[in-house]
């Protein structure tokens, strides 16, 4: 088990578009493993792959109170999308920004587990709009993409400053 760097928007790598995992192998169970300590650890409900630099279409979550219910999207689909819902969204990448996003309510989805076996998932509310943020990294996608330029610039310009002072420090 190990810790992995999350990377801080605006790191361009957080852009990558991730590839289809076509190898279910030890290594994925062991990045699977260390995606899910990285997670808890941060604390977050959510971690994709393309957050600690692995450009792979793969996320972890966990959006349970009691942090006992972990679950891994390997090469999610959404299926069936519907409803709205407006939430204010957090991102690890991020880091201490809130902003309110809008997306779909239900979904369906199909992904595969560490094993390669498909399932699918029906949800809604807050694991939804989960999976729907992680999802939006593998595609090189941050929350912040959906509030004004203003708004982005202003976060990015704060976190490049907070950056350069841990750089001194
Ligand atoms: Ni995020």
């Given at each position: 088990?190990?810790?992995?760097?999350?990377?801080?928007?605006?790191?361009?790598?957080?852009?990558?578009?991730?590839?289809?995992?076509?190898?279910?192998?030890?290594?994925?169970?062991?990045?699977?493993?260390?995606?899910?300590?990285?997670?808890?650890?941060?604390?977050?409900?959510?971690?994709?792959?393309?957050?600690?630099?692995?450009?792979?279409?793969?996320?972890?979550?966990?959006?349970?109170?009691?942090?006992?219910?972990?679950?891994?999207?390997?090469?999610?689909e959404i299926l069936e999308a519907e409803g709205?819902?407006?939430?204010?969204?957090?991102?690890?990448?991020?880091?201490?920004?809130?902003?309110?996003?809008?997306?779909a309510?239900k979904i369906r989805i199909r992904?595969?587990?560490?094993?390669?076996?498909?399932?699918e998932?029906k949800?809604?509310?807050?694991?939804a709009?989960?999976?729907?943020?992680?999802?939006?990294?593998?595609?090189?996608?941050?929350?912040?993409?959906?509030?004004?330029?203003?708004?982005?610039?202003?976060?990015?310009?704060?976190?490049?400053?907070?950056?350069?002072?841990?750089?001194?420090?």
């Amino acid at each position: 088990m190990a810790l992995l760097n999350i990377l801080h928007f605006p790191d361009p790598r957080l852009r990558t578009i991730a590839e289809a995992v076509t190898n279910f192998d030890e290594d994925l169970k062991t990045l699977v493993s260390d995606m899910f300590e990285t997670m808890y650890e941060a604390p977050g409900i959510g971690l994709a792959a393309t957050q600690v630099d692995v450009h792979k279409r793969l996320l972890v979550m966990d959006v349970s109170e009691d942090k006992n219910d972990p679950k891994v999207l390997i090469n999610p689909e959404i299926l069936e999308a519907e409803g709205e819902e407006e939430m204010d969204e957090g991102c690890l990448s991020v880091p201490g920004y809130y902003e309110t996003v809008r997306r779909a309510d239900k979904i369906r989805i199909r992904a595969q587990d560490v094993n390669g076996d498909f399932f699918e998932i029906k949800t809604d509310g807050l694991e939804a709009v989960c999976i729907q943020h992680e999802m939006d990294h593998l595609q090189g996608k941050l929350f912040v993409d959906y509030i004004s330029s203003l708004k982005r610039d202003r976060i990015r310009k704060k976190l490049e400053k907070l950056k350069k002072q841990g750089q001194r420090a």
